[in-house]
């Protein structure tokens, strides 16, 4: 969460860091989903974590759209 507060105001100039961040806090999601399918469900703070980081990837086309605005690659 500190990093995306970090990048929120130069968003359109980090779009690697970005992308990386999203797919990190993505795999953590599908290991929380792969230990709820093999441990069961967890307390409600955890699975509603699992669902953010789940839902990460929605933020890229914003992201996208972003940087091409400001005249920048998007990857």
């Given at each position: ?13 980090l779009?690697s ?50 940087a ?8």
């Open positions: 969460a500190a990093l995306f507060w970090f990048m929120i105001l130069r968003i359109d100039d779009s860091l970005f992308l990386i961040i999203v797919a990190v806090m993505f795999l953590g999601g599908l290991g929380r989903l792969l230990s709820m399918v093999h441990v069961g469900v967890p307390d409600a703070p955890i699975v509603a974590a699992m669902v953010l980081e789940l839902l990460m990837p929605v933020l890229i086309p914003w992201q996208s759209a972003v091409r605005r400001a005249g920048r690659s998007a990857i």
